[in-house]
DNA sequence: ATAAAAAGATTGATTAATCAATCACTTTTT
DNA sequence: AAAAAGTGATTGATTAATCAATCTTTTTAT
């Protein structure tokens, strides 16, 4: 038993490397040598675990999505307001991003680029498209009831959409600088939500 | 004199080829004899006209900055009140990116990766520190006379930064897509203008 | 319980492919 | 005919992937 457990460790610690290094010099510019080094493990073990780079690039960028299903999950099933709920999503993505930012850049990055990183980035199309079906509802009903300006809930989708893609892909700084702050204040205007 | 009118519109046409195979690609994967063939010149013209891969990158993507610099001039410069000066802003920008795709990705794409690009990303910084600068007195003249709703200026500024850089790199559409207008409306939705 | 043996995991030197840059030669312009 | 620009074959450096040798864990046999 103690093998698998040291392999599955050894596996999330080779991705855990890999992460921040992707999203610092893209798919090319990281050589799969500096992962093992960063990773403490030999160049050879590397493809134990991942059949090729692109394998392990793969992983590292669509792994993390599940993490991102169950936030988004919890926030189409909470109660209140879709007020309340889009204020809280605002704030629980931007945290989130904060706390996970190479990650998202990785994500981004290859949403940047899917033409190069088609598989890839059809998982995370789809993902988006998920999303969108996820949010578009509650910007309805928040319209119904004149919480929420009148619009093309899609189109607001995608431009909330656009709009969190860019805050990770421009704020470098750490989880505790202000700016966040007013990227959730700005996230949620785009909502209509002023308070 | 044809000599000289020659070298600057094959250089030209190297810069060309070069800016969306850039964008889609990125720097590593992107080959010098790709651009050269993109570009109908050979191999090693390529390197008459530029030193190396690295300064031909560059070049693609700071020289279209200087027409970026006349728009936000233009718009500095515009009679108005601020509601309808930042309104055509809004405008002007997501048209002129709906129709400069490629070189504004890559001008993000240089801004999601600083530090392996950091002289290029450093010129890009500084021409981001201008945007507001210019900016932010207008929203603060807009905020001065009740127009825009109060709120810091700055953190106004880069979200609106972080959102036209996600426009970029989320839209692949062409400019005729009826999203672009969705992305124009939720532009100016930030600077609270809903006409 | 211990040891031998089998299975599985780790490793980095080697290999083969790729590509930026050079440069000697050709073509075009002055 | 001199100068300048264009060209692509060659070169050297880099790196993903392989693989034979080594080490570690698990299983089996006594």
Chains 1, 2 share one sequence.
Not at 163 to 185: A, C, H, R, S
Request: charged content about 25%; glycine content about 6%.
């Amino acid at each position: 038993m103690k093998r698998e457990q040291n392999m599955l460790e050894k596996r999330a610690k080779i991705l855990e490397a890999a992460i921040p290094l992707f999203a610092d010099n893209g798919f090319s510019a990281t050589t799969v040598a500096t992962i093992a080094k960063q990773a403490g493990v030999g160049f050879g073990t590397v493809f134990n675990y991942f059949v090729s780079k692109e394998d392990l690039f793969k992983a590292a960028v669509i792994e993390p999505l599940d993490e991102q299903r169950e936030i988004l999950k919890k926030i189409v099933m909470a109660q209140g307001t879709p007020h309340e709920r889009l204020k809280k999503m605002v704030i629980c993505h931007l945290q989130h991003f904060s706390n996970h930012r190479n990650q998202m850049r990785l994500m981004f990055y290859v949403l940047g680029q899917p033409e190069r990183f088609p598989e890839i980035a059809e998982e995370l199309f789809a993902f988006a498209r998920d999303f969108f079906a996820a949010v578009v509802p509650i910007v309805e009903e928040g319209q119904t009831n004149g919480e929420i300006p009148a619009c093309d809930p899609l189109g607001l989708s995608w431009s909330y959409f656009a709009y969190i893609n860019g805050v990770v892909m421009t704020m470098l700084d750490p989880p505790d600088d202000p700016k966040w702050e007013q990227f959730i204040l700005h996230g949620c205007r785009l909502f209509g939500i002023t308070d």
